[in-house]
């Protein structure tokens, strides 16, 4: 059954649960973009993570920040004090503890002010000894881009902690030369894999790899978090 998602309010829509599989939940969910979550978002972050890169909303896969903050000590469930989004909804249903901050952070990083559909899987036994992980549909507006992205979150407890990591993938209709002219400055190739280029972001704001199709080029942005 399908739920109309507005600015001020989501509901998650659940759909069900792996049967070969009874420790794994799954959710979807179907969200609006909320103006002015990532703003909010940023000004968190300092006291709950410390993120290796951000990726911005309207420049994509250009890295526009970068915060290296202190992580706060101690295992924490999902911090009450973040935006409400899926992500941060599936860590509260989930239990989860370890990852409670770093997994919504990741999700709502990656999202942006894009619209996007979710679908988060975590362990339903011991989800503080497993990983959680979420795929993501996109719908993006922007100067540079318009169109669909796909993206995954990936979170797992560590011991003292938690470590993730996000992906972002946008199929740019413009060929891998212009993709680059609009990285942010003083990033540099790193390497190239094949017919991939991999560069580094400037401010170690992560890596771009450069997938080039006929007169497409896709871009794979990656960037990392922990916490503690």
């Known amino acids: 059954m399908n739920e109309a998602m507005t600015q001020q309010s989501i509901r998650d829509r659940i759909m069900s649960r792996a049967a070969a599989a009874p420790d794994a ?28 890169a951000v990726l911005g909303a309207t420049q994509i896969p250009a890295v526009r920040g970068f915060l290296g903050r202190p992580a706060m000590p101690g295992a924490t469930a999902a911090d009450p004090q973040l935006p409400e989004t899926p992500f941060l909804a599936h860590a509260r249903e989930a239990g989860l503890k370890a990852c409670g901050t770093v997994f919504p952070v990741l999700g709502q990083l990656l999202s ?3 619209q ?3 679908q988060s899987h975590w362990n339903t036994a011991e989800p503080d000894k497993h990983a959680v992980h979420s795929v993501l549909g996109l719908n993006i507006t922007s100067p540079d881009y318009s169109g669909p992205a796909a993206g995954i979150v990936y979170a797992a407890p ?6 993730g990591a996000l992906v972002r993938v946008v199929p740019y209709q413009k060929s891998c030369d212009a993709v680059v002219a609009a990285l942010p400055q003083d ?23 450069l997938l080039p199709s006929e007169a497409t080029c896709v871009a794979i942005s990656v960037a990392q978090a922990a916490g503690s």
Do not use: F, H, W
Request: proline share 3%; hydrophobic share 45%; charged share 15%.
């Open 25 to 52: 939940a799954k959710r979807d969910v179907g969200v609006a973009p909320r103006p002015g979550q990532r703003m909010v978002l940023l000004s968190l972050l300092g006291a709950a993570v410390l993120v290796a």
């Open 116 to 118: 996007y559909s979710i």
């Open 158 to 163: 560590t011991g003292t902690g938690c470590e």
């Open 187 to 209: 990033s540099s190739l790193a390497t190239n894999l094949g017919a991939v280029r991999v560069y580094d972001l400037a401010n170690g704001g992560g890596q771009v790899m």
């Open 112 to 114: 942006g002010s894009a």
